[in-house]
């Protein structure tokens, strides 16, 4: 493994990017419309039930999800996706993006739902309809809430372990292309801390490199959290 490290660090970072990208593009979507759906169209009831529901997914071990990745999305996927390797970031960054769901459509609903109804009301009387008063007025009062969801889906996504080392393979590869086995800083972390690891070595060494880049990472994505919130939040008397 380290007898030609050419590429440093970076193989690693690029690996974790790629899987973070595919999971927002499969968890943005659907859960801005689960969160959409819970706060405008759903019922009290319903909005009761589906909500737990959605958030209980939210427990599930990654492991399990890691393992569905390999045995059950890649053997779908290679139907349809020419050159698709058995470990390959693709399935792992799908079934990334579900885990993270939860996260993403529960905190935008809270979101949406903390919009007040005035301002709803105010869009229906100046002739908006349901929709464009959710895409021009409900979204944009939740703005806010919405991107610190997102971010803190991004964190959960770059810092996920099991998914990625089940499903996307130990393989070190500097490559854009899901198809192929990749190694996340996750992953690799996982795969040098394994067996023992002798103090001064240079995977010892490796190791705290990669998980002071990965706090660094997550510390960045929660400062601009922060910073976005206080700058673009709505407050209502």
Do not use: C
């Not at 007040?116 to 100046?126: D, H, M, T, V, W």
């Amino acid at each position: 493994m380290f007898t030609n490290p050419q590429y440093g660090i970076f193989v690693l970072i690029s690996a974790t990017l790629l899987t973070s990208v595919v999971a927002l593009l499969v968890a943005v979507p659907l859960g801005l419309m689960a969160a959409i759906f819970l706060s405008e169209y759903a019922s009290r009831q319903v909005r009761g039930w589906l909500k737990p529901i959605l958030e209980i997914l939210a427990g599930v071990p990654t492991v399990v999800f890691g393992y569905f990745a390999l045995l059950a999305v890649t053997p779908i996927l290679r139907l349809f996706v020419p050159g698709l390797q058995t470990f390959n970031g693709l399935s792992a960054g799908l079934i990334l993006g579900f885990a993270i769901l939860p996260t993403i459509a529960s905190l935008s609903e809270d979101a949406i739902y903390a919009v007040p109804q005035s301002l709803r009301q105010g869009a229906y009387a100046l002739g908006a309809t349901k929709r464009e008063t959710i895409t021009n007025v409900v979204l944009r009062a939740g703005l806010s809430g919405i991107v610190a969801s997102i971010i803190l889906g991004v964190a959960r996504a770059v810092g996920e372990t099991m998914i990625v080392t089940l499903a996307a393979g130990q393989n070190p590869t500097l490559t854009l292309d899901p198809r192929v086995p990749i190694a996340t800083m996750t992953a690799f972390m996982v795969q040098v801390s394994g067996g023992d690891v002798a103090v001064g070595t240079i995977k010892y060494k490796s190791l705290f490199a990669v998980g002071m880049t990965l706090f660094l990472i997550t510390l960045v994505l929660n400062i601009f959290s922060f910073w976005f919130v206080r700058r673009f939040q709505e407050k209502y008397e």
